[in-house]
Each structure stands twice: as C-alpha cells, then as structure tokens.
C-alpha cells in the first residue's frame, strides 16, 4: 500500500471506529483480497482441522485449529472460553475477560477439508488455555487434548510448533482456516481455504499505537476472516507460529498469538498428551529451547470433558477464574479491530491507506473509496482524487475521547494501549445429515 500525502491541511482523527464502514470494492492492483475465498480450497493440508459442534447428525464449523501431535491441537481460546457474559459482541482489550468455557463435550475436531455428517469426528477430552490471565487481548490461546490417541497418522499429518523464535516483520506465511470466504456471506464457512502470500507487519512493541497488538501478539496482511480463528500461520517449512486471534470486519489483515511466547505452556501440555495418548512425545516437546518472555508453563486451567458420548458427564472443573461451563457460540465467531483514525507513517494493514492531511507523515489509516461506491465512515468523506476516505473537519486526539468514538484510551497492557474489537456472531453452517462417525 501507498501513503497519501495530499498539501491540504485537513487534521487528524480523534479516534479509530470499531462501527465505521469500512467497504473496499475499488481496491489497488495487488492488494490482498476480502477474505480466504481469494486463496485456494485446500484438500492436503490435513493437520489444519475443524473445531465443530456436532448435533441431529450434523457438523458445524465454528474455528479451526493445528494438529501439534496425534492428539494435541492449538486453536484460540476465544475458540473455546465465553469472553465477559456472553450478552455483547464488543470486546474491548482495556476490560474484556475470558469467563465459563464452552463444554466441550458439545465440540468435536474433524480433518475433512469440508466436514459434513459422514466426516469422522473426534472428541475432545481436555481443554487447557493460556495461564497467567482471563484478558482476552494477549492469552486468546488454548489447547485441545483428544480422547484416546487421537488422530491416526494415516489420516493427518501433524504440524510442528516454532517454539524459539518471534516471527520477523515482512515474513511471508500461509494462512489456513474454515472460515467465511465471504465476510457478508454468513453461510460461506466450513471449506479449508488457504492464502499463501500473506505476510508479517509488525510485532508486539514495534506495531503502530492503537491497533492493540499485546507484546505477544503480533499484525499480520492475512485475509482471514470469521470460523478462520484458531487457525495457523504457517512459515516455509509448513510449521505453525501464529495462531489467528482477531482481524477487521472486511478480512483483510488479523493478530495473532506468537506461538513461541507460550513455549513451555506448548511443550508441557504436549508431554501430558503423549501420556495421554499412549505414544512417544514429538522431539520438539523434549527438545530444551529458551522460551521467549511471557512463556507461560503448563498445567493451568483444564477443563475436561471427558471421552463418552455428547451429553456425558464432564471430569474436573474450569479454568483459573472460571466458573462453569456454557455453550459454544451458534456459528463462526472472531473478534473484529478496525485501523480507522490509527496512526500510520507509511503502510496501513489490509487494503487502508496512509493519509495525512498535513502532506507530510504523520498520517492516520482511512479506508478506501470510489466515484462508484463513496461510502464512508461517519466523519469522513470520499476523496474521489485520492481513492480514499479523509476527515471531513478538524479533530483532536486526547487521552480521553468522546462517546461517539469506539476507542477509549484506558490502560490495559505494558504499552497502555487499548483497542475495542466485535465478536462477529454468525449463524452456523451446519453440514450434512448423513450419520456422524465418531472417533
């Protein structure tokens, strides 16, 4: 993307809106697509699986995960633990809190690259997430512990973790998910797409101010969109270092979990797996490496589900904080960010645009626009010269804004960064009817 820097003295934003449109239909030659549907249906990449609920003997897609090992699979907590009480679809990084987990009695993990009612199914016996913290923003990570051992090697390839090291800005990944391939498209879920020319913007510290990147976390050009949460970034030896958290509402760009910071809390679990399992644990669960700040150990918040069938009784109580479990949500679920109004000095995430009123950086992210389709946020209007949407008056930005705005400047991390996000709650594409065949 390039920045705009237009000589007519306009003002900065005051904030970003989580609610503003955001429409991108006259994009630049080379920008990334809306969503997964501008990458490819993905019928090998195995050890990408489903997260699903299962019920009337049919499967519905809501996450996706990584097959670590036989019967270990990364996904993100969001994926699996209700965030506040379950009533708002905002969430905002300064207060929002994991709360009950969902049952996992109710989710099953599937390896078809488009899961129906005849697609084997595999239960979830244990559920542990990130410990140290119920904040959503930077601990939206869990792992999935099968029943028996798994996920027999005949029918997934399992994918290894990068453990000792933070990714680097500008690295290219692949992104794989189950997600909608359309973001106005509630019923485009459930295929295993994948992208594999996104790349790497920024990490933890060293990303703008105001997109509420944790220093665990990190920004990535990636068309993920909703039901992708969970999912991998895959580097080019096909190992998995981000796990996909949150993105905007048009898909174009998402935050992930850095693998590599919850080390020890991977391996440890990974141990108790293979025990678990019956098998020998991977070399990378054995392998002593030095686990990046934040790492987090093992064994905090389980919450077992046990291995009988749906609606059987459930072992052992919730995570750390937690109380209680409650139902999964009814469809693909991603908390949502929008870059409107955050400041910029060059490059925007997805398809915004740097824009700077002054002609000189700094500038502040703005969407998108066209003689065509000049839709824009409230506040802004369509520079049909320029192809984006600018600051219709002069604005201020203070520590505290106004009640119109969607980003309150409170503390909530070592970075004082804070960032309002929308749980996108989708109806479920339940697939087929035929009888389900569990695992």
């Not at 699986?49 to 897609?61: I, K, M, P, R, T």
């Amino acid at each position: 993307m390039h920045a705009l820097w237009p000589t007519v003295f306009v003002g900065l934003a005051a904030c970003a809106s989580a609610s503003g449109s955001s429409r991108n239909d006259d994009e630049h030659a080379g920008s990334v697509s809306a969503s997964i549907v501008g990458g490819e249906v993905d019928t090998t990449t195995k050890g990408v699986v489903a997260l699903a609920l299962s019920a009337h003997e049919q499967v519905g897609v809501i996450c996706t995960g990584s097959l670590l090992a036989p019967n270990l699979v990364l996904t993100a907590r969001h994926c699996v633990s209700q965030i506040d009480d379950g009533s708002s679809e905002q969430v905002n990084c300064a207060s929002s809190e994991f709360t009950a987990n969902f049952d996992p009695r109710k989710l099953v993990v599937a390896t078809d690259w488009q899961p129906s009612g005849g697609s084997p199914l595999y239960r979830i016996k244990e559920v542990r997430v990130a410990p140290g913290s119920n904040r959503v923003c930077g601990y939206d990570l869990a792992l999935l512990v099968l029943s028996g051992s798994g996920i027999p090697g005949s029918v997934a390839k399992t994918i290894e973790p990068v453990l000792d090291r933070a990714p680097a800005a500008k690295q290219t990944f692949a992104a794989v998910g189950y997600g909608l391939q359309d973001p106005n498209d509630n019923g485009s879920a459930g295929t295993r797409m994948r992208f594999d020319s996104s790349s790497v913007y920024c990490v933890g510290a060293t990303c703008p101010f105001g997109y509420g990147v944790e220093d665990d976390e990190w920004l990535g050009n990636s068309p993920v969109c909703s039901g992708d949460s969970g999912g991998p970034a895959l580097d080019s030896d096909g190992r998995v270092f981000g796990v996909t958290s949150r993105g905007d509402d048009q898909c174009t760009y998402a935050l992930y979990s850095n693998v590599a910071d919850w080390a020890d809390f991977v391996r440890d679990t990974a141990l108790d797996a293979a025990d678990s399992g019956g098998y020998a644990p991977p070399s990378w669960a054995t392998a002593a490496g030095p686990a990046l700040p934040g790492s987090g150990g093992g064994g905090n918040g389980s919450a077992n589900g046990g291995s009988g069938p749906l609606g059987g009784s459930a072992n052992g109580g919730s995570p750390s904080g937690n109380a209680g479990t409650t139902s999964p949500p009814a469809g693909p679920a991603a908390p949502t960010i929008d870059p409107l109004g955050t400041s910029c000095t060059g490059d925007c995430p997805g398809t915004y645009q740097c824009y700077s009123g002054t002609g000189t950086p700094p500038g502040i992210c703005v969407p998108q626009c066209s003689a065509s389709n000049s839709t824009c946020p409230e506040r802004y209007g369509c520079a049909e010269d320029l192809g984006v949407c600018t600051p219709t008056q002069p604005t201020v930005k203070t520590s505290h804004v106004s009640a119109s705005c969607a980003l309150t400047a409170t503390p909530q991390s070592s970075r004082g960064t804070s960032a309002l996000g929308v749980i996108l709650a989708l109806g479920t594409l339940w697939l087929g009817r035929r009888r389900r065949n569990f695992t």
